[in-house]
């Protein structure tokens, strides 16, 4: 599998965006998903996981109420909705795909990483 992230971009305190997560090849949709982010001169850090059939969520406490994760097996795509965005959501933001979603919620043994896409919130 490999994974394009895409939709970062520069937004306003307050603002929204939407970020995408295309996926190759025939077993998208057997995967979890996953988003992650890293802010400058932080570790990386876990974001929303959703299993292969949409029906199990994750987020992290940060982003719970704000972000929201779906995806679209159909289209081999996982998408990653920010709502209420403020400074402290600056990051780069990568998506990453596992069978397990215990595996992709705790970011340890994942199989695939998407590339990143940078999210600049100006306040």
């Known amino acids: 599998v490999q994974l394009q992230a895409s939709g970062g971009g520069l937004v306003q305190a307050g603002g929204s965006l939407r970020l995408s997560c295309a996926a190759s090849?025939?077993?998208?949709?057997?995967?979890?998903m996953g988003w992650f982010r890293q802010a400058p001169g932080k570790q990386r850090e876990f974001v929303a996981a959703i299993d292969w059939s949409g029906n199990s969520i994750v987020y992290a406490d940060s982003v719970k109420g704000r972000f929201t994760i779906s995806r679209d097996n159909a289209k081999n795509t996982v998408y990653l909705r920010m709502n209420s965005l403020n400074a402290e959501d600056t990051a780069v933001y990568y998506c990453?795909?596992?069978?397990?979603?215990?595996?992709?919620?705790?970011?340890?043994?994942?199989?695939?990483w998407g590339q990143g896409t940078q999210v600049t919130v100006s306040s």
């Open positions: 090849g025939r077993t998208f949709s057997t995967y979890a």
């Open positions: 990453a795909a596992d069978p397990v979603l215990s595996s992709v919620r705790a970011g340890r043994g994942i199989d695939f």
